[in-house]
């Protein structure tokens, strides 16, 4: 229903671009090290998603969709293109949508995201006391 309306400026961030915003396992470390409310927060609250991950893909670390939105309302850091978006209705994929980049609609749709600037953007803004230890970690690679 929502799809079939005429609404413009409709954004749709799929899961195939927001995979790329891997939280890493030395990510999580890092995080863990800068103490902090904030910090032990976001420590205590992924390990489900960790062990989520592991156990359906064999990924290490966590997919962090959400902040995706937020960091690109910030700075664009994602790439749309206008696609038409539909709802299979029936069978096996029922609920899953379908994109038809072919099919011009009035959709943006997600193809690809700046994951370096996302992770700036995110520990500048959430862990802003410790961006000179964020900086050093990105100058030796290590997140």
Request: charged share 25%; hydrophobic share 45%.
């Amino acid at each position: 229903i929502f799809f079939d309306q005429s609404y413009t400026n409709v954004f749709l961030y799929t899961l195939d671009v927001t995979y790329d915003i891997l939280f890493t396992p030395n990510m999580r470390e890092m995080v863990h090290q800068f103490k902090g409310e904030i910090a032990d927060f976001v420590f205590k609250i992924t390990p489900f998603y960790v062990d989520f991950h592991w156990m359906q893909e064999r990924t290490l670390g966590c997919v962090i969709n959400d902040p995706l939105v937020i960091a690109d309302t910030i700075e664009t850091i994602v790439t749309f293109e206008k696609a038409f978006v539909g709802v299979v209705e029936d069978g096996i994929a029922r609920g899953e949508s379908v994109v038809d980049f072919n099919e011009k609609g009035n959709v943006n749709v997600s193809k690809k995201v700046n994951k370096k600037r996302f992770f700036e953007l995110f520990f500048e803004n959430v862990f802003d006391e410790d961006k000179d230890d964020v900086q050093l970690m990105f100058r030796k690679g290590m997140i």
